[in-house]
Each structure stands twice: as C-alpha cells, then as structure tokens.
C-alpha cells in the first residue's frame, strides 16, 4: 500500500514550507489535511496567517521536482500511509494547540536499504559528544548486543555516544539507523562522512527536515523527538546535564516508552545527566544489555535473572554444618569445644562438621585450634 | 540519668552468655527484664529451656569483675536507661518470634570520648574491603563533607571503604565511630590497631560482643544493624553483589531510614550492589555530598538544588535574539536573508540580532555569511 501521489506531493511541498515540528502547519495538516492546505496556500488564501510567513518559501517551491532529485540521489520521501511509514511514530501524535516542537513530522527522508517499517524492535543509544572511553566502551557493548538480537540501534550521528552506537550495532552486523537534523544529503559532521555512507548502504539515515537544509539547533531539538518516537525504548549513555539527548530522554517519557540509563562514575561529569534521570525516577539504572532487553523485548521474552554473586559453597552446607561454620572465628584459631559451644552443638558433632568443612576449604586447622579459610573470610 | 548498677551488671551477664541478637534471650529481656531473668538462670531456673544452651558460659561468668576489668581499660558499658544509651537505636526493637539477628543489643561496649547521645546527627558509609580507588575516593570525600557539617560518620573497621570513610571524617577533624564485630579491646583487622587506637582517642569504638570475643561471620552480621540503628540514613559506596553492606542497606531500609548509593562504571564489579539497589527503589542514586545532607538533615536545612549546567549566556538573550539565534546555522555559513526567512523577522532586525549575538561571541561572520561559534554549538 502507499499514498496517493498528490499526498506525497503536498507533504513535499509543505514540509519546505516551515521548521519541522512547526506547530500550526502541524495543525493545519491535522485539521484540513496536506492536500488542501496546500492548495490553499497556492491559491494565495491565507489560513490562520500562515501564508505571511511561508510566502517567500512558496515562491520557489518545486515538489515534483524535488522527488525526481530525490530518486536520483538514492532518497525517498516516506508519508503517513506507505507502507514503509513506521508506525511506531504514530506516538508523536500532535498535542492540539501546543507549540513546542512536537507532533508528527510531515514525512520522512530516507536514504538506505532498511526499510523503516521494519523497526517495530529498535533501540535509541544516545549520549554526548564530549564523552569518555567509558562512554563509548558500554554504548558500543550494549549497542552491538541488542543488535545481536535483531533490535535496531537509532542514533543521531555526532561524534561520542552516538558513532559509538553505531559502530557497535554495525560490528555485530546488525541494523542501525541514524537520524538528522540536515537534509539526509547532506554529512554532519563532515569527518563522518564514511560512518554516513556506510550506513546509507547497509542501514538507513532519516530526516524530517528536506534536502540541503543545514543543521541548526532548533533542528536538532526536533531531531530528537523522532530518535524517541522511531525507537521502543531509550538508553541514555553519558549525557552531561544540558546535553540534547536529555531532550531526547524527555521524549521518551512524554511517550510512555521504556527510558534507562547507564550509570558511571559521580566524578565524572558526562554522566550527570544520567544520574539525574535515574535520581528523578525518570529512567531505569541498566548496566548491561540484558536489562535494557528486558525492558524493551515483548513481555517475558528476554527475562532478566539478577546476578547474585557466585555461587558458594556455603549455600549448599546442611544447616547443621552452616551452624558450625557460624561459630568459627576469622582471625585467631579457637578450639573445637569454644566453637561447639558458640555453635551450641556437641563436641563430636562439632569435630565431624569442622572436617567436612576444612574438605570444602572453608575452614583450616593450625595447632591453636580452627578458623575461617582466606576463601570463606570474604 | 544513669541505669541501676543491678540493670548494668545483669545485662553485663547475659551479654556473654549469648550471640549478639540472639532471639530468645533478647525476648526473654523484653518479656522479665534483664535482673529477673539473669537470677532465674543464676538459681538454676530454665526459661524457655535457655539454660542447658549457656550453662557453660554462665558458669565463668563474673559481671562485677568484668565491668571492673572494662573501667580500667577506658572502656564503658552504655545500657538503655543511661543518658548516653543512643535512642535512634531503639529503632531495631525487637520483632517477636522472628528468629533473626535483629532486636535491640543488651548494651554497648563503648572505648573513646565520643557520647552516643551525642550521635542523632549520623551517616553511615559502608561498602566493601576490595574497591577501586574510585569507591575510596568518593567514600572519603563524601564522609570528609558531612562531617564537616557536624554529621558522625559510622562505619565497621575494615579494609577498603570502611577505612575511606573513618580517614575522610578525620581528615575534616569530624566525628567518627567504628562499630566492631569482635570486643572494643581487640584489633581486626590487625593491620588497623593504629586506626582503632585512633578512632578510641579521638572518636569511638563501640560493639555489643564482650571484650576479648573474637570477629565471627555471625557477629558481622549482627553488627551491620547496629551500624543501620545508630545512623540517620546509609550510604552504601561500592558494595559487590553479597556483600556485608547489603545486609546494613537491609537494615537501613527495614528502619525506614534512608537508604543510599553511589553509582560507578558499570564495568566495575564493585559497584554492582549499589547498582542493584537504586535499579530496586531500595536506594536513592546520589552523586555528592549535598544530596546525602539533603537527605538525612532535618527537613529543609540542607535543600540542594540540581546541577543544571553553567548558566549560558543563551539564556538571557530576548525573545527575538534567541529566535534568529536558533535559525543561525551550526556548519555552513549562509546570508542574512536566510537567516531572516527561518526566523520569521525583518531583514533589519536579523541583521541586528546578528551583530549582538556576534558580540556575545554566540555567531560568527565569513565572507558567506553567518554560522554558530565552536562555543555556541556545544
């Protein structure tokens, strides 16, 4: 199935027509549908005022054009009603009348073999630039191990957290998508040219914003809310306490979808901003890919067991055997009628489980009497 | 206000004759009161069948000779009735018939000049003998802060972030005390005796087992309560998956004190207990000083306030500043007309919003146009 080739022409036009998320032609697409917005604002009619602002934009406004140029370059323009359309970003359903820069984007730019609405089981990794090795360390782990398991890893493509994500995504041969604030034609940053390439080739990069359009800040703020609304959950890697995937991580909760985040160290401060999220309740404390899985899987299917530190020995002793240990010292040796009586157990009874116990390593004899092994001490 | 000397010498008796938090006796006391009790035993009366389990140690028994003993090493026996009994530890009131650790110690063996009365205003920090450098670098600062708020610092005596603590509360010249698992006369670890020495010069030393009774794994146990019930709230840095802290977190939380943990790399195995209890809701996540006061102080007296990045001078621009601001590219320069298209403003009050936002150092001009400075973007 797929829209109507005049749908997909409109949306094209409109969506060169304002900033993404701008909320009153969000609206005013809402309320009138894309088709006969647009019409209406070549046919120089005015609603809500709108036209002042976008007339300079309308001017050299090309749509069938701008598709052709597209498909040559490798890119396609998804719409609400393709099949590609990925439904997952329904969530970012408009709040009516609310001018933040939310809402659901006109359509989206797509350049890449993966096909978006195979991304029903994705993951957003995002974090800061200015990152550590740490950083980079576990957003690269967690990323390649919940691409093993066939999720898609989404990022924006900045340097830090972000490449990390997908590097580690790609190194497990997995799926991975980056999401733009600049036209999908367009490399930023420019280092990252090969990263976007490649990714173009075997994933997908997306943008709401058209082609040739430069990266701003207010892009970026809107970028964000699709990195939440194309993935399943959110794990936060190291985002200091006024980094952008805060924004993203706001996003998530406003979307009712599974937010983590991974602690680091408190001396460090790219990891502010995690913390506080984990101290807000706002996010779940994860530290490896298995709780992120748990939370982001369907229900039951990747059920996570808490470690419980290794098995001991200790555990497993009859509880005859467990009272005696109880009652051996760890530091200077006493002999077996002190810990009989400690353990309030008789003496023969005593001197069987101290053997047993000294065969399981747990206690050793020296000529003062008995005490605790190395082993059993910690 | 002291106890009677009868009281101090019964329960001096009864403290050797039994475990730290030993059920039955300690319900026994609830029930008679320690003098009653201690005669019944003393006549050879068997309570609940207690006696055939301490006639042994009851017959080596001399209180008087024991107190008498304790005075001349500097050491006191603090009961509930003396004005220096610490209150907040009547929090561990025994539970009846639960067949644990827990309830209320006979009394305290107390070396050094610190009062426990004197300890309403306490925190403990615990965690574990194998840490990194990291865990007793933030269980030393940490401790070296509060107490320089008047706050006590409790800890146990051992390697690791016990020691971190004690040492960050001294070096604040604070108030610190060492709660043992063997008597206050003793040293263990040995390679501690300077610290213990210290701690019972400068601060104090305090356990419930008799003088000369040896460190045992039970008595670890017993003593992670004592640490919960004389502190206003724990802080756990660096606990493994098993361990003793958790069973003070345990406790801490069973009082309904709060509870609280340091964060660090997820790749750090030392870490992961506290990481297990923030994932749980059993600990709140916190990352310095102020957010520990903020918990345990009275109400109001130590409010932090979040971190939320160093202020930018982004956020005192005007309205209309901070809108061209926001169309002003982060790459590729372009002309003011562009810039004034996105924005939505005239051509001249671009123009001008430029030229003030370029002596804020927040944009920058080429011969192509405008674009964020390196400082603005981050």
Chains 1, 2 share one sequence.
Request: aromatic share 4%.
């Amino acid at each position: 199935m797929s829209a109507t080739h005049e749908e997909r022409l409109a949306r094209t036009a409109l969506c060169q027509l304002a900033e993404p998320g701008e909320a009153r032609i969000r609206d005013l697409v809402a309320d009138l549908g894309a088709v006969t917005l647009h019409e209406l604002l070549l046919q120089d009619r005015d609603p809500h005022g709108v036209l002042t602002d976008v007339a300079l934009r309308l001017a050299d406004n090309d749509p069938e054009r701008e598709l052709d140029r597209a498909a040559r370059l490798g890119i396609r323009f998804i719409i609400p009603g393709d099949d590609e359309w990925p439904s997952q970003i329904d969530g970012l359903e408009p709040v009516r009348g609310v001018r933040d820069r939310g809402g659901l984007p006109l359509g989206l730019w797509v350049k890449g073999p993966l096909r978006l609405n195979e991304l029903q089981d994705s993951l957003a990794v995002v974090g800061s630039r200015s990152c550590t090795t740490y950083g980079i360390d576990v957003a690269g782990q967690i990323s390649a191990e919940v691409a093993k398991t066939g999720t898609c890893v989404i990022s924006g493509a900045a340097f830090g957290i972000d490449q990390a994500a997908h590097r580690g995504a790609l190194s497990a041969s997995g799926k991975t998508v980056a999401v733009l604030a600049c036209g999908v034609d367009r490399c930023y940053p420019e280092a990252h040219a090969n990263l976007l390439n490649y990714l173009a080739e075997h994933g997908a990069v997306v943008s709401e914003v058209p082609m040739g359009w430069s990266p701003m800040r207010s892009r970026f703020l809107a970028r964000n809310r699709l990195i939440a609304g194309l993935a399943r959950g959110t794990v936060v890697v190291e985002a200091a306490a006024r980094s952008g995937a805060l924004s993203t991580a706001n996003w998530t909760t406003q979307l009712n979808r599974p937010l983590m985040a991974v602690p680091g160290p408190v001396t460090s401060e790219p990891s502010e901003g995690a913390h506080q999220l984990i101290r807000n309740g706002e996010a779940t404390l994860v530290t490896r890919s298995a709780e992120v899985l748990e939370l982001i899987k369907p229900s039951g299917e990747y059920l996570f067991e808490m470690p419980r530190g290794r098995e001991r020995r200790r555990d497993r002793l009859s509880s005859r055997d467990a009272q005696v240990l109880e009652a051996v010292p760890v530091a200077n040796p006493v002999a077996v009628d002190s810990i009989s009586r400690t353990a309030g157990v008789g003496l023969v009874e005593a001197g069987r489980a101290l053997q047993k116990l000294s065969a399981e390593g747990l206690v050793e004899q020296s000529k003062h009497g008995w005490r605790l092994t190395r082993e059993a001490r910690t």
